[in-house]
């Protein structure tokens, strides 16, 4: 009987781990039929329960943003393709759809450093696998340099090289862990204004287009403070798509 | 009067058609004794003769020197040599610095009079005779130009001014500015300037902003400025106070833009724009794309410049015009627009207009490009089209893919990943492997610096090692009497004072006696007791070895002399390390 049980529930838990694996490929294929008919909103709402259960891929918010394209939510599908970028930063489909939806809202495409974009090519999640593994490397490599009893010339090379290398990653570490502290914040608002101070009568400081994509500072309540270039205002949260992605 | 600025080479590397001359000086207000800072710059012009200034009625002119720089924008190179002189008044009045003329050898450029007002020395009206800091200073807001339009953007200034003697800091906060139904570039602040108002003189600090009125009306504007006045304190220093300064009231008119006569194609553009268009093919085949750039570049609203639209005949397959460069300091925006001939019939592009509204002349302006001539030819052979071409014109030509659209959807991926939030257990994963190669690395690191001590230092390590071999040499010296083999344990108990001694006072094996460790270790600090019983130890283990195996192993009172110099030794070998450290 005890066996029997056991048995019983090894099938349930299986079939039921199947059921969650088959689910999110079923509403996928199902958003792109909708897609394909020309029902945008149905898509969105089906890549919307997708997200709602959990997942996050890059090609999810990428045909979350197509679809919201589609739609002229401009505000909307940038957000999406944003966040797309950020689980998958190399990913060139993703950045031309981005300009795209920019060059039709007529938003400036934002103009990044040969650094940043150089640190910009990995996610997080990459920069920290890369930093432990070199870390490893160089930990590694010195010691075997320290242990041989006679110092070897390659070794130092190797170890300095391995140096180097986490450098540059620690580098990348502190980037991304920057990009994570102050997160994206996507106008998803017509008429949205940034305001000098937190408050619904305050003066208006500068325009927020929709699409605009700005730096959130803090957060306070209902309203994000925000930095524009060099300018820092305030806008309600609701007029904007914090972008954060589960690290 | 007219002086005339000597060209001293006529010979110019440069044309004088982009060439340009101005002069500036700076205050133009002073008081007899003091000097005014003048500069006189050259644009674009490379190679081109000093300007020398003439001599001038009533002033002193000493040239300081000459500057130079140059700058690349949008790949124009230009460069700027200024010539620096000091002008000093040598009587009050107000004179006129210039017109003057500057010939380049191939045109000569004029340069506007500059007014300069210098007061007497001894003039009451530069005295302050105010007995209040309010009437030291004050603030003005100006607005330029005067008459302004809802949506132009204009400069809104606001002017500290303050009389000599009175020291401000650099910090100047805002506040009471009511900014509703205006957009605002923030403050910037411009080179300070002297002004004579009533005769007195003041110093002026100008505060600029960018500014655009989103409706018209009278905007009541009297902001306050919150500066730092120092004083001077006790004993050398200085102390700084708050001093809210309250601006003049100030009345913004702001005019509605005139119904009358606004073009169709106006879309809000307020300020002096320039218009260029260029269309690129003009020879293509029906299908092919036709790029259309059009160009606006001037000084206004630019926020409020967009696409200029027009009629696109049904012969056209057209897409929405994109923002493809902008540049708000260079007042630029550049749009493309994409057409797409359906036939070979289409024989031009239609002209493109884009109006705006002219603050300075108070009217609308329109500016027309186009239109473009087109020469199609059928898709497909052109040289055959003639013989191949299909009887209905009108009938769309196959296009080819553009590019400009989304890229398609993406398939699903091949594996799923969700949201998931760092366990503990994840949490100390991770720290233990950012932590393993560092505990690694100082072990390694810590053993490596052992070795390499041990290698340059033996003895020490010797030394170090000493107790543990001196005690494991007793533990088998008390095995060995234990089993009743005295002359045994006796060469056991040799080797613990051999290697306990010998490394701890550097003795080879033959010179290490009672007499020279007791000595040492009496020096070293030992007490005489313990010297004693040191010595007792080192007598007894002569005896037992050197008496004869035989007869010591037969001897009761061996044994228990052997045991007893093996505890007393044990007992011994702690004080004797702590005194030889």
Redesign the interface.
């Known amino acids: 009987m005890k066996r029997l049980l056991l048995l019983a529930m090894l099938v349930l838990s299986c079939s039921a781990f199947a059921a969650n694996t088959r689910a999110p490929d079923k509403t996928f294929e199902a958003a792109r039929e909708s897609y394909d008919a020309g029902n945008y909103a149905d898509a969105v709402a089906r890549y919307d329960e997708l997200i709602a259960d959990g997942w996050q891929t890059p090609e999810l918010y990428f045909n979350r943003g197509n679809a919201l394209a589609r739609l002229n939510e401009t505000g909307e599908a940038i957000a999406s393709y944003q966040t797309a970028l950020l689980l998958n930063p190399r990913d060139a489909d993703i950045a031309a759809n981005l300009k795209f939806v920019r060059n039709r809202a007529g938003l400036p495409v934002p103009k990044h450093t040969l650094l940043h974009r150089t640190l910009g090519l990995l996610t997080p999640q990459q920069w920290r696998t890369t930093a432990i593994a070199v870390w490893w490397v160089f930990a590694a490599l010195l010691c075997a340099y320290w242990i041989v009893p006679h110092r070897v010339d390659w070794l130092r090379q190797a170890w300095t090289l391995a140096l180097l290398a986490l450098l540059i990653a620690v580098a990348g570490r502190a980037y991304a862990w920057q990009q994570t502290r102050a997160p994206l914040v996507i106008v998803t608002e017509k008429g949205a204004q940034a305001l000098y101070a937190p408050l619904p009568d305050a003066t208006h400081f500068f325009d927020t287009p929709e699409g605009t994509t700005l730096r959130l500072v803090e957060q306070t309540g209902a309203w994000l403070r925000v930095r524009s270039d060099s300018q820092i205002g305030w806008i309600p949260a609701a007029s904007c798509a914090i972008l954060r992605v589960a690290r | 009067m007219r002086n005339l600025l000597y060209i001293a080479a006529l010979f110019c590397a440069t044309s004088a058609v982009a060439m340009d001359v101005t002069m500036e000086i700076n205050p133009r207000v002073l008081r007899l004794g003091e000097s005014a800072m003048g500069k006189i710059t050259l644009h674009d012009a490379p190679g081109a003769p000093p300007p020398r200034l003439p001599a001038l009625s009533g002033f002193t002119v000493e040239s300081i020197g000459r500057e130079q720089s140059y700058s690349f924008n949008n790949g124009e190179r230009s460069s700027q040599v200024s010539y620096n002189f000091r002008i000093t008044p040598l009587a009050a009045g107000d004179f006129q610095i210039g017109p003057f003329q500057y010939d380049t050898g191939s045109g000569v450029i004029n340069i506007p009079a500059i007014a300069l007002q210098v007061l007497a020395r001894g003039d009451p009206a530069t005295g302050s005779h105010a007995q209040h800091l309010d009437e030291l200073m004050f603030v003005t807001v100006t607005a330029n130009p005067d008459v302004i339009y809802s949506h132009q953007a204009f400069d809104l200034v606001l002017n500290l001014y303050t009389q000599p003697g009175l020291n401000l800091n650099r910090n100047v906060s805002l506040s009471n500015f ?3 139904g205006l ?1 605002l570039t ?1 403050f910037e602040e411009q080179s300070p300037t002297r002004e004579a108002i009533n005769g007195t003189l003041y110093d002026v600090r100008h505060f600029r902003t960018r500014a655009t009125a989103i409706a018209s009306g009278t905007f009541p504007l009297q902001p306050h400025l919150q500066v730092n006045v120092i004083f001077p304190g006790f004993f050398n220093r200085v102390e700084t106070r708050p001093q809210t300064v309250e601006s003049k009231p100030f009345a913004l008119q702001i005019r509605e833009l005139p119904s009358e006569g606004r073009p169709t194609s106006f879309s809000g553009a307020v300020g002096q724009f320039s218009f260029d268009v260029s269309a690129k093919p003009l020879q293509a085949k029906v299908g092919d794309p036709i790029t259309l750039t059009l160009r606006i570049q001037g000084r206004g609203n630019m ?1 409020a410049v ?2 200029p639209s027009f009629a696109i005949p049904d012969s056209f397959r057209s897409y ?1 015009a ?3 460069d ?1 540049q708000p300091n260079a007042g630029l925006k550049v749009f493309e627009q994409v057409l797409i001939p359906r036939n070979a019939s289409v024989s031009e592009i239609p002209a493109v207009s884009f109006s705006y509204f002219d603050p300075e002349r108070q009217r609308y302006e329109t500016l027309v490009r186009g239109p473009f001539p087109l020469t199609l030819s059928a898709a497909g052979a052109a040289s055959s089209a003639a013989v191949i071409q299909s009887p209905n014109p009108a009938t769309p030509a196959p296009t080819k893919p553009l590019g ?10 091949k594996h ?7 366990t503990p257990q994840a949490t100390a994963i991770r720290l233990a ?2 932590t393993l ?2 505990l ?2 100082i072990a ?2 810590g053993y ?1 610096r052992r070795r390499e001590h041990a290698e340059r230092n033996p003895l020490e390590i010797l030394r170090r090692q000493a107790p543990r071999s001196a005690r494991s040499a007793l533990a088998r010296s008390g095995a060995l009497a234990k089993k009743g083999d005295v002359h045994g344990a006796a060469q056991a108990l040799s080797d613990a004072l051999n290697q306990f001694f010998g490394p701890l006072l550097n003795l080879p094996p033959g010179q290490l006696s009672a007499d020279v460790v007791c000595q040492r270790m009496r020096s070293n600090g030992l007490s005489e007791a313990q010297c004693a019983a040191l010595h007792e130890v080192f007598s007894v283990c002569d005896h037992l070895r050197y008496s004869g195996s035989s007869a010591a192993d037969k001897s009761a009172d061996s044994t228990r002399d052997l045991e007893r110099i093996t505890l007393q030794l044990a007992d011994l070998l702690p004080a004797c390390q702590k005194v030889s450290k």
């Open positions: 009511d900014t509703t957009s923030p926020d967009s696409a929405d994109r923002l493809v902008q400009h659209d989304l890229v398609y959807l993406k398939h699903a991926p799923w990943q969700q949201k998931t939030t760092p492997v950012n190669p560092a690694a690395l390694i690191f490596v």
